[in-house]
């Protein structure tokens, strides 16, 4: 149901009998979102670097992940998540949590399938996604902490091919800790 007011779906889950003492149990959502929701920004080719395809990222803080994954949005509720995503031709996905495994091709070769994994509750805000025609480069500073930075293709050669890369991954470092 929509609610008059705010225009917010609801949905109620409802447990049926027999089901007493199952304990836990898995619950798998399949949902679609619009291309007009807050949450989701779509950023045309033209506004690329690469000016060729368009760009997909969540903008979810403080309280706007609901706009594109049904979820108590608060800050006060964590939760670990796993997800999905398939994509088309030569986007790929980023997101919060950790990559399960490689990216598999599925319908043919045209799409990739990419597993995320987030065993330890985050609040909802720290859920992230883009999804972008990005290629990455692995950096290895002193002390032998490796790491990837992700950019469009023009920007991680403009990077390579200045000292630019060695700065950004010292303020990235300088960012973790």
Known sequence: TRDAYTGVMRCALVVEEGLEGVGEFSLRIHYSVSNATSALHFIPPHQTHGGARSFLVSVTQPSN????????????????????????????????????????RVRGGAWTRTSFEQALPVPPY????????????????????????????????????????????????????
């Open 65 to 104: 992940t609901r706009g594109w994954i049904p979820c108590q949005d608060t800050a006060a509720v964590k939760f670990p998540f796993r997800a999905e995503v398939t994509v088309r031709g030569p986007y790929r996905v980023l997101m919060s949590g950790l990559q399960a495994g490689r990216p598999v």
């Open 126 to 177: 720290l859920i992230a996604i883009t999804v972008a025609d990005v290629q990455s480069v692995e950096v290895v500073k002193e002390g032998g902490i490796p790491m990837r930075v992700w950019a469009e293709r023009p920007v991680l050669q403009a990077l390579k091919d200045s000292s630019l890369l060695s700065v950004v991954s010292y303020k990235i470092i300088m960012l973790e800790y």
